[in-house]
T-cell receptor, first 114, second 114 residues
């Protein structure tokens, strides 16, 4: 079946540091890949997505590239801010799997300190 | 535009009690779903619906019932609450069952079973 593995947290960074959160996946077909973000006390919201190999999703300074050869979709940001403190979830949707479900990773909590 | 609205925001139940978590969306979305979020487990899909009158089980359906009589509403029922159902519950909706489109999440219901 499908699965998503992302780096365990928590991750603590100083403001303006470089961020990488690793995400790898297993899928039977050709999935679409997503990063969702959850701010404290809120639901998840889509941060970025990529629907085919070599696509790069980007939003709010965050980027992730769909790497089919390494089955990865790592999240990066060049300079984090305190306001980026949140939990980040990698997810996939495999339209070839025959069911209409998103598969989520377990989440990585990021704390950015001034 | 309210998006996805969940009620109540907080609830405490005793073991064996029943209750319904409400979810409504005003975006005319075809797809709706319920997740539970537990520490270290990420989001796990309970049930989902691809349209009015159509529901299906997710990863962790036991102990929960759903129905979808209208496009707007997707209530989640706990028939006999157990302490293992203590969790944060999120409802989400999407324009299409083909989940290349973003899922829109509510702010969650925090449920404690004593």
């Amino acid at each position: 079946g499908n699965s998503v593995t992302q780096m365990e947290g928590p991750v603590t960074l100083s403001e303006e540091a470089f961020l990488t959160i690793n995400c790898t996946y297993t899928a039977t077909g050709y999935p679409s890949l997503f990063w969702y973000v959850q701010y404290p006390g809120e639901g998840l919201q889509l941060l970025l997505k990529a629907t085919k190999a070599d696509d790069k999703g980007s939003n709010k300074g965050f980027e992730a590239t769909y790497r089919k050869e390494t089955t990865s979709f790592h999240l990066e940001k060049g300079s984090v801010q305190v306001s980026d403190s949140a939990v980040y979830f990698c997810a996939l949707f495999d339209s070839g799997a025959g069911s209409y479900q998103l598969t989520f990773g377990k989440g990585t909590k990021l704390s950015v300190i001034p | 535009n309210a998006g996805v609205t969940q009620t109540p925001k907080f609830q405490v139940l005793k073991t064996g009690q029943s209750m319904t978590l409400q979810c409504a969306q005003d975006m005319n979305h075809e797809y709706m779903s319920w997740y539970r979020q537990d520490p270290g487990m990420g989001l796990r899909l309970i049930h989902y619906s691809v349209g009015a009158g159509i529901t299906d089980q997710g990863e962790v359906p036991n102990g929960y019932n759903v129905s979808r009589s209208t496009t707007e509403d997707f209530p989640l029922r706990l028939l006999s609450a157990a302490p293992s159902q203590t969790s944060v519950y999120f409802c989400a909706s999407s324009y299409s069952k083909h989940l290349n489109q973003p899922q829109h999440f509510g702010d969650g219901t925090r449920l404690s079973i004593l």
